[in-house]
């Protein structure tokens, strides 16, 4: 219908999960809003997971006249063709149509019901047509138009012929007064299987449904709307809670808009949870199905967001990971198949593989479940050392991956590398410390050992004053070991195309990156690491992109700014590079910004954060859509990490310990953190050397035993709750360190608030 009359004019406010739409119209004779929202509760899963979605018109009459007002919602029923119906229910405050198609096969994988439904409508303003009643030409819209457009209602008995359900609410709004519409979408579809959503299979399984969790909560879509219509209340304050400590920060627009925008490719269809509550995630999505299947090793290994927003979908990860898609001899398949565990993808990446070793560590030290890294190390200690095999990554075992590494550019490099050796020698810290933790004293030792000569190395022989380069080593393919070759590379891997070689690559530092939000320290020479980015900003980031020559796809263009994935600064480009090279990923350009926030460079990062928000700025692109190879690309939610690095809270549940440190300057930082255990909000306070620290927990705890913070006065003060607490402060040269001498516990009910005052002033 697009030729029916529209209202003038609308202002779209995102601030995810939550959609603000004023509409403007000079002749409409109320005002409307709608806010439409997912329930979205830090943590929590399920809640999280609801297949639902809420839209929610309110309506205000500003006249001297009472107003009759109705607001009508259609929308088609998409289970399958023939046999399509829709039915009429009443249920605990939900009036609304159940969509469904009984003719369908129960196996069939587009089977199962939809729910258009209002919540909490007043009693008699509810009508309906369970289907418009013409199927030939434009009938059924003309013949709804005419029926809602004559009195603001709908027939509720008109016969139902074509397969578009309408659902209308009609009242009377007072002089003066508002009102509100709330519909709610649900859906429930249980017979999800690989063939079907893009997803490769074991084999001879192509067929078997692995459904979707929320399948095993609720019947079916009906069933969604009253649970949803009952919970709504706890479940829109939660998701405001979490809007609210979002909003109020003082972190900067774009950084919260990278963020948050990027947060809702959770809630697409590039990320899903199969029956058995297992989490798994396409790289994004094609039309009618994912693109690039298997929980991409290295694809998802720059995204952040999981980890801390929903924690245990990033333990379900390093599960399927390490447990079920490693070999024996420790090749990790960088792709997985559905049914998981059944067949392991025969391929290996060395940037994905080395960066699942660095986020079991990650999330160890987020959850402090401690025997659950236990479990898993047996298979991370094999696939780390899978980087030794004969003609592997690192076959002479010196810490440098000299071998043929297949990367996320869908090429193998051939030869030693930044981005696969920086990830090596971060899988080699991050191994260490888990071996340690886990009694393998022995590997400690080696795996530190190899990391100090291969970090040595990698300074001395790829650094070239300005960046890290490639030293491009071909070699027989014979001589290369199964599951490294994936044949999208070079034809003659003695010569190889596709390589980097004198390239400036943008998350040439991608490893460090990860080592900064895992707090393993350095990799490579400090200065060296800061050279580097000074040098990707000075070539790769362009203001403008109008003469900037690209044969790929484009993501950037004309006068817009971004950065490239690579440049070539001394002119030594190989006549083939590898693939992409002259694109601009969204994905990369916050990565690297993070990183910028992490070594201090705040207006370098900050210009590129919103160079890439003003390119989605809701009008030039979908704001919450960030493509790549698909919709909704996972590796863009690596915008979380630029939250991680300005607020500066660093957590360690095995210690219990926490430093905070914000990088943002200014006498006052507020802002919002999120754990395994819970989330909730800090404030920080500066004035000369008195500070001022407050956290609290908005749900769950946070426990602490011992607190870091900027140097500050002599004179400690530490509240728990209304409770004074004692505490011991300690100087080091990471600042201030306050042991409390016991773990306490941050709670909604008691939050903590330390301060550190000049001893003349107290």
């Known amino acids: ?108 994988p587009l089977r199962g019901t939809m729910t258009l439904a209002v919540l909490g409508a007043p009693s008699g303003s509810v009508s309906y047509l369970k289907g418009w009643k013409r199927a030939q030409w434009w009938d059924g819209a003309l013949t709804f138009w005419d029926d ?8 509720s008995d008109a016969p139902a012929v074509f397969p578009v359900s309408s659902l209308a609410v009609t009242q009377t709004v007072a002089a003066g007064g508002e009102a509100s519409v709330t519909f709610a979408l649900t859906w429930h579809f249980p017979n999800r299987t690989p063939e079907r959503s893009g997803w490769a299979a074991a084999k001879g399984q192509e067929k078997t449904v692995v459904g979707n969790e929320y399948c095993r909560r609720f019947s079916d879509a009906w069933e969604v709307a009253t649970h949803v219509a009952k919970e709504l209340p706890s479940l829109e304050t939660r998701s405001r809670k979490f809007a609210e400590a979002v909003e109020s920060s003082t972190l900067p627009g774009p950084v919260l808009d990278a963020a948050l925008s990027n947060l ?32 991409c090793t290295h694809v998802w290994n720059y995204e952040q967001a999981t980890a801390f927003v929903f924690p245990s979908l990033s333990r379900s990860f390093r599960e399927s990971e390490f447990l079920r898609n490693t070999e024996s001899s420790g090749l990790m398949g960088f792709r997985s198949y559905l049914p998981d565990g059944l067949q392991i993808w025969d391929r290996a990446a060395a940037d994905g593989q080395m960066g699942c070793v660095m986020k079991l560590y990650r999330d160890w030290q987020l959850s402090g479940d401690t025997e659950w890294l236990r479990r898993l190390w047996p298979n991370a200690k094999k696939a780390l050392e899978f980087a030794w095999v004969a003609g592997g990554w690192d076959a002479d075992r010196d810490g440098v991956a000299e071998g043929v590494q297949h990367n996320t550019y869908d090429v193998e490099f051939y030869g030693p590398n930044p981005l696969c050796g920086i990830f090596y020698l971060g899988a080699l ?168 926030a992490y070594e201090g460079m705040l207006e370098e990062a900050l210009a590129v954060t919103e160079a890439v928000r003003l390119r989605h700025d809701g009008e030039k692109r979908n704001p919450w859509n960030e493509p790549e190879c698909g919709h909704h690309y996972a590796r863009a939610m690596s915008s ?123």
């Open 1 to 108: 219908v697009p030729g029916l009359p529209r209202l003038e004019s609308a202002i779209f406010t995102g601030a995810y999960p939550f959609a603000r739409i004023e509409f403007l119209d000079r002749a409409l004779p109320v005002h409307l809003e709608l806010e439409a929202f997912n329930p979205l509760a830090p943590g929590d899963v399920e809640a999280s997971g609801l297949p639902v979605a809420i839209l929610r018109y309110k309506i205000r009459n500003s006249s001297p006249a009472p107003a009759r007002v109705g607001v009508a919602y259609s929308l088609q029923n998409m289970v399958g063709q023939a046999g399509r119906q829709a039915m009429f229910r009443e249920d605990l405050g939900v009036s609304g149509l159940l969509m469904s198609n009984p003719m369908m096969p129960s196996s069939d």
């Open 640 to 762: 979380w990490a630029l939250v991680l690095a300005l607020n500066g809270f660093e957590y360690s549940a095995p210690q219990r310990s926490l430093s905070l440190k914000p990088r943002m300057p200014g006498a006052r930082f507020r802002s919002f953190w999120t754990l395994p255990g819970g989330w909730g909000t800090f404030e920080h306070s500066r004035a000369a050397s008195n500070l001022r620290v407050e956290i609290h927990a908005v749900e769950g705890k946070l426990l602490l035993s011992r607190l870091v913070l900027e140097p500050g006065g002599a004179k400690l003060q530490a509240r728990l709750g209304t409770e004074e607490i004692s505490a011991k402060l300690g100087r080091e040269p990471a600042g201030s360190a306050i042991d409390f001498g016991r773990a306490i516990a941050v709670t909604p009910e008691s939050g903590l608030v330390v301060t550190l005052a000049d001893t003349a002033q107290a």
């Open 148 to 155: 809602f457009s004559d009195d603001g209602a709908l027939t």
């Open 429 to 596: 810290r991050a191994g260490e410390e888990m071996a340690r933790a886990a009694g393998d004293h022995d590997s400690a030792a080696e795996y530190r050992k190899l990391f100090e000569n291969g970090s040595k190395w990698i300074d001395a022989n790829l650094f070239n004053g300005e960046y890290y380069i490639q030293k491009v080593e071909g070699r027989a393919a014979d001589a290369v070991a199964p599951g490294l070759l994936v044949g999208m590379g070079a034809a003659n891997p003695e010569k190889p195309d596709y390589q980097m070689g004198q390239a400036c690559l943008i998350d040439q530092l991608l490893g460090q990156t990860m080592a900064h939000v895992a707090e393993l320290g350095y990799l490579t020479d400090t200065e060296h690491v800061r050279k580097t980015l000074r040098s990707i900003y000075r070539y790769n980031f362009l203001p403008d992109l109008s003469a900037h020559e690209a044969v790929q796809r484009t993501y950037a263009l004309n006068g817009e700014a971004g950065v490239t994935v690579a440049s070539y600064p001394k002119g030594e480009r190989p006549e083939i590079p590898f693939p992409y090279f002259a694109e601009v990923w969204t994905g990369l350009e916050y990565q690297f910004a993070a990183h910028l």
């Open 264 to 295: 809702s490719t959770l809630r697409t269809n590039t990320a899903f949870r199969t029956d058995d509550g297992e989490f798994h995630g396409f790289e994004g999505c094609n039309d009618h199905a994912g693109c690039c299947h298997g929980s």
